[in-house]
């Protein structure tokens, strides 16, 4: 059971400071962002390579393959939500990449970075400026990549604060199987 | 290829010792450091001397080196900031991230282990103690002559009764599982963890990932070389019998919580996944079914093999767990020190326990990880738990056993280890001794 502060039942906000924590405290790679009512995650903001922008939306089809291939793909990263945008405020193309989790994601990075490149992410990265050029044998540079792309949130919210992915599928599983049991009983 | 004629022996081979010494170092001087790498080069053993397995060669002795002892020696201040940042930094600055505080912080560390001189660590290993004795007297008699290079600190280790299995000192039997090189000529155990590149353990070769990583320079230094991580834990073996016996109103019921704890019997090391209400000798000593299980298949819920105990948590074999656990293994060397305590005996309060060095390439994504996440991560597995020995505890803790209908909480459970030492160590190859010995 996650830490449910004042219970899952009661929505809460957390307002956080500009670096990103409350107390300094490192990971094995550096600063530990603290989880809030919307849980563990990461928002990572960088400038495309120009004329990359379609190499970039042609791999949203090629992640939608895998997870369809392999459902499981992704599960060690005990992941809620990702979402991939591309937008351009008049400083030419950026990507975001955000992530929710149930973890610190310094805990997972290695497997992280393993999964980028079994599932084709890591050739995404590369249209990015700045992805370290040798990043197949260079695993502490691609760790500062993310690093210092990283733009933590001021303010996170959540309508079922801490709740993790495993105890709402265990929930709905409860759910189906209760709901189940009701018919076998007509 | 691993060159085996090259790599110290250490994390390759388990010479037929029953006992061992570590001597922590430190050079008052660089010449003098220089002068005793040379002169104990010659008699470290390789891993093709020591696999050869001669009785009359007896060259078991391993040198490692910490970050300073490498600066100390004469290592160029760009080749030392080609090493990891973990490495460099030490242990000590890593306590936080690691667990290693309250009663676990390195304010409370012995042996000096702590100290800035410390510069290096020998490893003795000798067949008996006649053989230990004669070891330590060479080496004393040769750091009569080269007064700059001062024992810090010793440890004796030495086996417990009963002797006919290898154990700690809560009882448990050790060894069970080590990861397997591919291509060394030796197979893995059926279940166990598919044999793994050298690169996982050894500067110099592709890893897991399929190619060489970044090493530290120069090459002559780091290649077959291996990174160590020294940990040194205090087991309180009076805490932990009072625990067995609050739990367990029989024997039979103690052994099973001890078994709980563990995820294996504790006098055979059968596991639980395969025989969960009784031990089983002869499962416990065949070495071809005692890692033949898995947890996803064969115990989804932990209702044989709770998912908190220390297997379980420590080697996951669990694809939902982990896709890349053949890239979180150590290799595991070292034993036990201080008195053994009989089974009927009063707790004597005597400074027992374990000293181990775990050997890899990469400390964060090895050690680092093992200790912090898998050991010591509350959220690991939704068990708001830690790992019943290898995590650091400093209050009371539960530990989660399922168990139809309604899950049983083991409560108050008091802390069964203390960390009382740790360093990271580098860990040449015999080329990479004799450049340092070559320094200026």
Redesign the interface.
């Known amino acids: 059971?996650?830490n449910t502060k004042n219970g899952w039942s009661t929505p809460a906000a957390l307002a956080i400071p500009k670096e990103g924590y409350f107390k300094k405290?490192?990971?094995?790679?550096g600063p530990l962002f603290p989880q809030t009512p919307a849980n563990y995650g990461f928002t990572v903001i960088v400038k495309v390579k120009p004329g990359r922008e379609e190499a970039i939306r042609e791999y949203g089809k090629t992640i939608e393959a895998a997870v369809k291939a392999s459902p499981?793909v992704l599960?060690?990263l005990k992941l809620h939500y990702l979402r991939w945008v591309l937008f351009d405020v008049g400083s030419g193309l950026h990507f975001m990449y955000q992530g929710i989790f149930?973890?610190d994601f310094d805990?997972?990075m290695?497997?992280a970075i393993?999964?980028f490149?079994?599932t084709g992410v890591t050739t995404v990265f590369v249209n990015l400026e700045g992805f370290p050029e040798?990043w197949?044998?260079?695993?502490?540079a691609v760790t500062k990549f993310f690093r210092e792309h990283q733009c933590p949130s001021f303010l996170e919210y959540g309508e079922y604060p801490y709740v993790?992915a495993?105890?709402i599928k265990k929930a709905l599983k409860l759910k189906e199987a209760f709901s189940e049991m009701l018919d076998q009983m007509q | 290829m691993l060159e085996l004629d090259d790599v110290q022996h250490y994390l390759l081979t388990r010479p037929h010792a029953t006992i061992a010494q570590y001597n922590f170092i430190t050079f008052r001087d660089g010449q003098a450091g220089r002068n005793w790498v040379n002169a104990l080069s010659d008699i470290v053993g390789t891993a093709k001397t020591v696999m050869a397995a001669s009785p009359t060669d007896m060259r078991w002795v391993s040198l490692a080196f910490t970050f300073n002892g490498l600066r100390k020696l004469g290592l160029d201040e760009v080749s030392l900031a080609s090493f990891p940042e973990p490495f460099r930094q030490g242990m000590v600055a890593r306590a936080q991230m690691l667990g290693d505080t309250g009663i676990n912080h390195p304010d409370n560390w012995e042996d000096n282990i702590t100290s800035e001189d410390l510069h290096a660590v020998v490893i003795l290993f000798a067949r008996d103690k006649v053989e230990r004795e004669r070891c330590i007297k060479k080496h004393d008699e040769y750091l009569k002559d080269n007064p700059g290079v001062e024992i810090l600190s010793s440890l004796l280790l030495e086996a417990v009764p009963p002797y006919d299995y290898v154990h700690e000192h809560f009882g448990y039997r050790d060894r069970l599982t080590t990861p397997v090189i591919e291509g060394i000529g030796i197979e893995p155990m059926p279940g166990s963890h598919p044999p793994s590149k050298a690169g996982e353990f050894f500067l110099g070769y592709p890893d897991e990932s399929g190619v060489i990583p970044l090493q530290p320079e120069p090459e002559i230094l780091s290649k077959n070389g291996s990174f160590l991580a020294y940990r040194k834990m205090r087991e309180h073996v009076g805490a932990f019998r009072e625990f067995l016996k609050a739990n367990g109103k029989t024997v039979e019921e103690q052994e099973l919580v001890a078994a709980k704890l563990m995820g294996r019997w504790r006098k055979t090391g059968a596991p639980l996944v395969l025989c969960p209400d009784r031990d089983d000798h002869e499962l416990g000593f065949d070495d071809k079914r005692n890692n033949n299980f898995d947890y996803e298949k064969m115990d989804p819920h932990g209702y044989a093999c709770p998912v908190g105990s220390h297997i379980r948590r420590m080697n996951v074999r669990d694809k939902g767990v982990s896709r890349i656990m053949n890239r979180r293994l150590i290799i595991r060397r070292g034993g036990t020190y201080g008195p053994y305590l009989p089974d009927d005996a009063e707790d004597d309060g005597a400074n027992r326990g374990i000293a181990v060095f775990a050997g890899c390439a990469d400390l964060a994504r090895q050690f680092e990880f093992l200790i912090s996440v898998w050991a010591n991560d509350p959220e690991f597995e939704e068990l708001n738990e830690k790992d019943p020995f290898a995590g650091s505890i400093d209050g009371p803790f539960e530990l989660t056993i399922p168990k139809r209908p309604i899950k049983k909480k083991l409560k108050g459970l008091k802390a069964f280890t203390t960390v009382t030492g740790g360093a990271y160590f580098f860990l040449p190859g015999i080329k990479g001794l004799k450049y340092l010995a070559s320094l200026k």
């Open positions: 059971m996650s405290e490192d990971g094995r790679y499981d599960a060690p149930d973890t805990k997972y290695e497997d393993a999964l490149n079994s040798d197949k044998t260079n695993i502490p993790s495993d105890e």
